[in-house]
C-alpha cells in the first residue's frame, strides 16, 4: 500500500488518484473541491466497493481490508488496459476475499487483470484462465476446469496424497 495517504480521507484519496489519471497537464493550483467530474467519478466508484459512507474518514482508520479496496479504486482510476496484482487476497480472511474478487471483477470492466496467488479458492474464483508454474517452468494451463482436474496440479498444489 506505497501509494496511499493515510491521514487524508477515503475520498481524498480516490480524487488524488482520478486527479493523477488525467490526460492533460495537470494544474497544481486547481482546487479538487471545484471538480464536479471528479467528485461524481469518485462517488460512483466508492459505491461500487460499499465505501461510500466512510467516504470522509481517514484512511488509516479503516480496515487492512478496506483500505486495500481503496489500493485496488485507485489502480482502476486511470482505466488501464492491464492490472497486475501480487497475492491479492492476503492478509484477508475467506469471505472477504471472496468479496474482493467479485469487485475486482466489478472495477474491471475491459482491463485485463493478471494476478500471482497462493489462494487456490480465489484463483478458481476468479481466473477465466490460469497458468500453473512448477520451480519456475510452466506446468500447465487452461480453463479453471482444466487446471482442477489436471492430476499433476492436484498431485502437487491441490492436496494430492503424494504432495502430502
Known amino acids: 500500500m506505497n501509494n496511499l495517504f493515510f491521514e487524508l480521507s477515503v475520498i481524498d484519496n480516490v480524487l488524488l488518484a482520478l486527479y493523477g489519471a488525467e490526460k492533460r497537464h495537470l494544474r497544481l493550483l486547481s482546487r479538487l473541491e471545484a471538480r464536479k467530474d471528479l467528485r461524481a467519478e469518485a462517488e460512483r466508484l466508492l459505491l461500487t466497493v460499499g465505501l461510500w459512507e ?3 474518514e481517514p484512511l488509516h482508520i ?3 481490508g478496506d483500505q486495500r479496496l481503496v489500493e485496488l479504486l485507485t489502480a482502476f482510476t ?4 492491464i492490472v497486475l ?3 491479492p487476497s492476503a492478509g484477508l ?3 472477504e476475499a471472496f468479496a474482493f474478487a467479485d469487485i475486482i471483477r ?3 470492466g475491459e482491463t485485463t487483470v ?7 479458492d480465489l484463483v478458481f474464483n476468479l481466473a477465466d484462465e490460469i497458468m500453473v508454474l512448477y520451480f519456475g517452468e510452466i ?12 492430476p499433476k496440479v492436484q498431485e502437487i498444489y491441490l492436496g494430492g496424497e503424494e504432495a502430502c
Not at 78 to 81: I, R
Open 62 to 64: 479503516l480496515s487492512y
Open 78 to 81: 486511470s482505466s488501464p488496459e
Open 93 to 95: 480472511p475467506t469471505a
Open 139 to 150: 506446468m500447465a494451463k487452461g480453463l479453471p476446469a482444466e487446471i482442477s482436474a489436471n
Open 85 to 87: 496484482l501480487d497475492e
Open 54 to 56: 466512510r467516504r470522509e
Open 106 to 108: 466489478r472495477l474491471a
Open 114 to 120: 493478471l494476478f500471482c496467488a497462493h489462494d487456490m
